[in-house]
């Protein structure tokens, strides 16, 4: 085990490591009609793999939790988004910006790339001055465990009958039961964001059945005092690092027993009735450039942990489960699945092996929705953005900090935000970008010597926009990317005040930074970026694909909506830019879209990134719709790269291929993704757990499903011949609509829409070819124009319109 637990002031009552569990048994088996539950028959192993592979998780964005449902050692590990070491707390931390500004220190490396076309990526490092930099991941920092609560039932037997784990997606409410000699347990959990706080109710069918101690522990790397009182155990502290103060309360609320405030900072309850615990936690961070320090969280968190007392189980379970529900409910995804009556990791492992497409397709419905869920329960507005492990982290050292990478991971964990009807949750994406900005203009100069904003590959919680050390990360086209994403949350919503206050703000200043930053390739005459590199492969040089197709989206993105706000010279500064811009497509000399301007691409590299592909997606500069040729070129490029891959490469692949229409290919690659790259929780793996693949599946199947990118609505663009037949609900598209369908032998039957804001609507599929009914709700008639593949009418906001084809 990495991590320590502090003996001191915490002493834990925690009975038996883990309860062996009877296998399950025949008759006792989940009741199918729960299509979007997640079980288990055994806890998950108090360890961190049986953390990272088997523990459930909760979350309402600010806090998360795990549940390892150990029978007589229960084990809750939590988080909270802002509980980080490194930033202003460390003393020297600086941004990840030079001491001194140095402007004009690439200039060297430029005439040396114009010269030799590509150089060591090294070489760019130590122009900017950027040493291996150890003190590094100190400044930087990285995101932390809480802690553990621990519940020990010393009193209870190791044998346990028709025990069962569960996550239910579409409740979000965690649960264990078990039957004990013959009282029967069950303990639920859930993270409330109304009210801000994990929740548990631990009960028996026999009054007096609940005796536990309760106790958190904090891992080793900070101060800790832990004291009970009444009922509410408070463990509060500073970070050794950087002096980040943070507080957990636990309210323990017995229902009949006794319950006793024990010394050692642990509360114990006797022969109670029922239970209910609210746990609570707080920092002192807050996203406020340049100290990120708010105020001592102690009064806040006090005051919520009591109002969420002061409602009860009941009321509390019954707001978690509306606002859950408003969110959840709104997609609905049949693609014929049936739930066979297994555990989740037997579904995970039968995967695929032939013997129950039924029961492959329910797997599918409970990743995709899964997807879903992890995004509800990790990002809500208010606070801080899903991070490499959405809000779930269990250690002092975790993978790559369990930070924002900006160089795809980021990115991916927002795309199905939009098309599943989830587009307020990217609320915290906007933010965090919005607060990037300041430091960003510091970088900017200092570096650059330029204006606007910039920011690298990788962010913390603390405005670290600075380049780092390492040859493969330079990259600082991360905030152009994501200008991208905020502009296409503005094209789903058609929200006008977002485009004005927050959108186009933040995309003028980003294209500002490249003004300064774009030379002309003396080569050709075009603009390009200088240095440039395809994520993180390859030499430095100049107009590396990816970084042309970014700023070619950037300035595409910002011709089109200084339009719409009225910004009439920055319209026409963007068109300067784009007809002078080096669009970044080319096909290359094996019949590849290059990754570089050079036509250099090894045809036998098989690297996760391929960035090249930008164009195809998040993109869309190419498609077989539009440019058959390149996309060609792309399909080559992928299938050099072959189908393998970490977990949210995969996932990227599922979103490619959807992209260039080729259905049974997408959803090989999620076979492969479930086969290969998710862990018995679903989790996907990079490896280890990151959590960026779950978001990027999610997108990808609906991408097979629905696309809007352009300017049509595609319908079933990419259906595979493993979804023959279907129905989906409540998915978004382009322009504000909201789209169901329904389809049968591979064939569209009908689609349904409803329009925000109404306005001409154009839908396409093949099916339309035969013939098409366009009917409004209310009977009234609608004036549509077919024309091959395409129908299109005027929709009128807010009305119900079926599209049916005819002969279905
Ligand atoms: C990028 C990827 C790695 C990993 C890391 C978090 O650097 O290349 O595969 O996903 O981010």
Redesign the pocket.
Known sequence: MRRRFLAGPIVLVLGAALTVVPAVQAQAREPAAMPYTLWYDEPAPDTNEGWETRSLPIGNGAMGATVFGGVRAERLQFNDKTLWTGGPGVADYNFGNWDAPRPGALEGIRERIWKEGGIPPEDVLAALGLKSDTPRQRRFGAYQSFGDLRLAFPGLPEQTGDYRRRLDLARGVAGVSFTAGDVRHSREYFASAPAGVIVARLATDRPGGVTFTAGIAVPANRTVSATAERGRLTVKGALTSNGMAYEAQLRVLNQGGSRTDNPDGTITVTGADSVVLILGTGTDYAADYPTYKGEDPHAKLTARVDAAARQGYARLLAAHRADHAALFDRVRLDLGGSLPAIPTDELLAQYGNGASPAADRALEQLFYQYGRYLLIASSRPGSLPAN?QGVWNLQEAPP?QSDY?L???LQMNYWPAEMTNLAELARPLHDYVNGLREPGRVTAKQMYGARGWVAHHASNIFGQTGAWDHPAYFFPESGAWLSEQLYDHYRFTLDERFLKRTAYPIMKETAQFWLDFLRTDPRDGKLVAVPSRSP?LGPATAGASMSQEILFQLFTDLREAAGLVGDRQQAAAAADVLAKLDPGLRVGRWGQLQEWKEDIDDPAETH??VSHLFAVHPGRQISPRTTPELAAAAKVSLNARTDVG?G?SKAWKINFWARLLDGDRAHKLLRDQLQTSTLANLWDT?PPF?IDGNFGATSGMTEMLLQSHLGAIDLLPALPAAWAAGRVTGLRARGAHTVGLTWASGRLSEARLTSDQGGEVKLRNDAFRGGVRVTAGHGRPVAYRVDGDTVTFRARAGDDYRIGVIGR
């Open positions: 490499l790559w990478h160089n795809i991971n993180e996760r990134h970490t949210w990079h990151q």
